[in-house]
T-cell receptor
Framework: KAGVTQTPRYLIKTRGQQVTLSCSPI?????VSWYQQTPGQGLQFLFE???????NKGNFPGRFSGRQFSNSRSEMNVSTLELGDSALYLC??????????FGQGTRLTVV | QQQVKQSPQSLIVQKGGISIINCAYE??????FPWYQQFPGKGPALLIA?????SEKKEGRFTISFNKSAKQFSLHIMDSQPGDSATYFC?????????????FGKGTHLIIQP
């Protein structure tokens, strides 16, 4: 059974650009959550999608957005990138309130 | 406002010893308390989780102790092994499970010396 797949694994972008990250959940998992991990702030919740609807949102500016498709795959977008957006972005999937499985993350570097 | 406080930040334990990591939370609405293990270059992996209706849960060498009145919970790793060397995160959420809306502690970097 394939795990949570995130693409790309590494990304370098310039300030002011936008970026789209992709997450394919484990087959059958309809809940997808996104987290930002930085050395200073640790792991912080961005948002959660279930059946193509955003059900929960963390405390991030509107530059951070996401969506989920009918096959449960999810994308997150960050517009007008800032240096502080450099982080490891993690996606996690689960079936309802069961164990959550994280992907390996996308390492975003903003220069 | 840090809703989940984790200590210590780093910990060195001898092989075979007991590793203990502590967390304290503020929000009494939290009803799900998982512990995650993360190795370099990998995403966090769920180790063990507890809900507030029990005071202790054990899975193999890993035990969670939960004190609802003190709003504290801890992870005990018995017979610690070098392969346990990783970063450990406690977390809490109101969702009853899953990965939705988890509030994480800052992490503990655990080193098990052979």
């Amino acid at each position: 059974k394939a795990g949570v797949t995130q693409t790309p694994r590494y990304l370098i972008k310039t300030r002011g650009q936008q970026v789209t990250l992709s997450c394919s959940p484990i087959s059958g998992h309809r809940s997808v959550s996104w987290y930002q991990q930085t050395p200073g702030q640790g792991l912080q919740f961005l948002f959660e999608y279930f059946s193509e609807t955003q059900r929960n949102k963390g405390n991030f500016p509107g530059r951070f957005s996401g969506r989920q498709f009918s096959n449960s795959r999810s994308e997150m977008n960050v517009s007008t990138l800032e240096l502080g957006d450099s982080a490891l972005y993690l996606c996690a999937s689960s079936i309802g309130r069961s164990e959550a499985f994280f992907g390996q993350g996308t390492r975003l570097t903003v220069v | 406002q840090q809703q989940v406080k984790q200590s210590p930040q780093s910990l060195i334990v001898q092989k075979g010893g007991i590793s203990i990591i502590n967390c304290a939370y503020e929000n009494t609405a939290f009803d799900y308390f998982p512990w995650y293990q993360q190795f370099p270059g990998k995403g966090p992996a769920l180790l063990i989780a507890i809900r507030p209706d029990v005071s202790e849960k054990k899975e193999g060498r890993f035990t969670i102790s939960f004190n609802k009145s003190a709003k504290q919970f801890s992870l005990h790793i018995m017979d610690s092994q070098p392969g346990d060397s990783a970063t450990y995160f406690c977390a809490a959420s109101k969702g009853g499970g899953g990965a939705d809306g988890l509030t994480f502690g800052k992490g503990t970097h655990l080193i098990i010396q052979p």
